[in-house]
């Protein structure tokens, strides 16, 4: 079941490419048969890949002393180095740039997390008003939270040389080098998602043991922070972490339960510190009403502009959203993000009066149109799960153009980007879909070893639900939503790995 779960994964990825080349239009119709081939492969590849698994004795770990914590030190900060420079003073979007405009001014709004604008850009430019203030601080960040994960890696998995070798495989890839200096929310929360997850697997391996210590009380309260006050929506993924907590570790019940009510109520009745900072809360009812709609307003768009069946009514209602033609002018089929913000026509009023009657017509549209439909949720969330190598994050089209750092250093590490684009050494580097597929096939072999202990999916809960939440409410197709895909990939396949056996108590380490 789970080897066929996978199999149609792969099947539809690779039928979602073999769209586009013009070569394949002339076998398009035997595309059925085509992903059954496929499907009956990599079923095979699959079954052959799980039975394999059980041959891996990963080293085991022990005890770290300061000269490793040195040298991965040295790693991780060379790596930043270069990312600095190569994006110097930092590679920025809208976002960020709103951001950095509002820490300098004084002026917030609850636009983006107001608690990521005062730690990662008021902090920053307190010292120094430069872009790269950013980046150098988010930097530091993200060379704590690694230097945790080589710990991490080396207490319960790997001896040293492995864990070099694989902290050196992360800091490689051209992704972590781009993502490192992009001072954007997305980025403290993704590794928020990821030491969350070590903290989940330390505390599942321990058997809730080692919540018993103050010091990892405080290191899981500071994780919490980050994941429900860096991004808006990261409450939900608190939620979904917290509660089974709850549920499976009762020595630590009354902890948890503190933790999951403060949290809760302080992320919805924050009012008080916006108003002492003076800051605008920008979380009207019609974006509140609007976000769950971007899914069929997209679907809506792509079924209007593909030739779908749409009566009288469904355009009329259309119009009063925004103006017929835009529809067309600023449609795009990997999102809704273009006809909602790009243009003005867009009426949030109408949106929010008649949220139930676009809901209907929706529905009517849906149901008339299914393949379309299809096509579209397919189309709108491809970046999330789709198996490329493109390094979507190295796309330059939504960044500013504010480089001045050494013409040379870009020169070097465009050719290293080119290099890997261009040939197999890309295989080599974990994209955004690689890394959903990682965790899955992890899930799959987490499961077939250990089926009757739920508390061993605890780990797997921040980063698939990260997942879930973005596939619902996504307006665009961005993969930098879901780059805790990449992160928690490579402690996930660890953790899978060492699922040998189970005792009444805990995962006894090897």
């Known amino acids: 079941m789970l080897c066929l779960i996978l199999s149609l994964y792969s099947s539809i990825n690779v039928l979602y490419y073999l769209h586009k080349p013009s070569w394949f239009q002339g076998i398009k119709d035997y595309a059925l048969l085509i992903c059954l081939i496929i499907a009956i492969v990599a079923f095979v590849v699959l079954k052959i890949a799980f039975k394999e698994t059980e041959k891996i004795s990963l080293s085991k770990g022990g005890n770290i002393n300061k000269k490793e914590f040195f040298i991965y030190s040295l790693l991780i900060l060379f790596a930043c180095t270069i990312s600095i420079v190569w994006n110097y003073p930092a590679s920025m979007y809208n976002d960020a740039m709103n951001q950095y405009q509002q820490a300098t001014t004084n002026q917030y709004s609850d636009i983006h997390p107001l608690f990521h604008t005062l730690i990662f850009f008021k902090i920053p430019t307190l010292i120094w008003h430069s872009y790269a203030s950013c980046a150098i601080f988010q930097c530091l960040f993200i060379f704590v939270i690694l230097l945790y994960f080589c710990y991490f890696c080396r207490v319960y998995f790997l001896s040293k ?22 001072p954007l929310k997305d980025v403290p929360f993704s590794y928020c998602l990821l030491l969350g ?27 919490c922070f980050g994941i429900v006050f860096f991004r808006h929506n990261g409450i939900a993924n608190f939620l979904l972490m ?222 698939l639900s990260n997942v879930l939440i973005i596939t619902c409410l996504i307006t665009s197709g961005a993969p930098r939503f879901v780059y805790s895909s990449i992160l928690c990939s490579y402690p996930l396949m660890l953790y899978a790995l060492l699922m040998q056996k189970q005792t009444d108590k805990s995962i006894q380490l090897t």
Not at 208 to 219: F, H, I, Q, S, V
Not at 281 to 296: A, R, Y
């Open 161 to 182: 040389r492995w864990t070099i070798a694989l902290l050196s495989f992360v800091l490689l890839n051209p992704t972590f080098l781009k993502m490192a200096t992009m």
């Open 242 to 463: 917290i509660i089974p907590l709850i549920v499976f570790y009762k020595d630590n019940r009354k902890y948890l339960f503190i933790l999951c009510a403060a949290f809760t109520i302080s992320k919805f009745i924050a009012a008080p510190i916006f108003n002492m900072l003076g800051a605008k809360q920008i979380w009207s009812t019609s974006e509140i009403v609007g976000v769950p709609l971007n899914h069929p307003l997209n679907q809506m768009s792509y079924i209007y502009n593909n030739g779908g069946f749409v009566t009288e009514h469904d355009k009329e209602i259309m119009n009063n959203i925004n103006k017929i033609e835009n529809w067309e002018k600023y449609y795009n089929k990997l999102g809704f993000y273009n006809l909602k913000k790009e243009c003005n026509g867009y009426n949030e009023l109408y949106v929010v009066q008649n949220y139930s009657e676009i809901l209907k017509t929706w529905m009517h549209m849906a149901y008339k149109n299914p393949a379309l439909t299809i096509k579209s949720e397919i189309y709108i969330t491809s970046q999330i799960w789709c198996i490329q190598k493109s390094f979507n994050f190295m796309n330059q089209k939504h960044l500013k153009n504010t480089h001045s750092g050494p013409q040379w250093v870009s020169n070097i590490m465009d050719r290293y980007v080119h290099i890997l684009q261009c040939t197999h050494m890309k295989n080599l580097m974990i994209d955004v879909g690689e890394g959903l597929l990682l965790i899955l096939f992890s899930l799959c072999l987490t499961i077939r070893k250990i089926r009757n202990n739920k508390k061993a999916y605890l780990p797997y809960i921040l980063v």
């Open 197 to 223: 997850t070590l903290l989940l697997i330390e505390i599942f391996l321990t058997d809730g043991e080692w919540l018993a210590k103050t010091r990892n009380k405080a290191l899981l309260c500071l994780t």
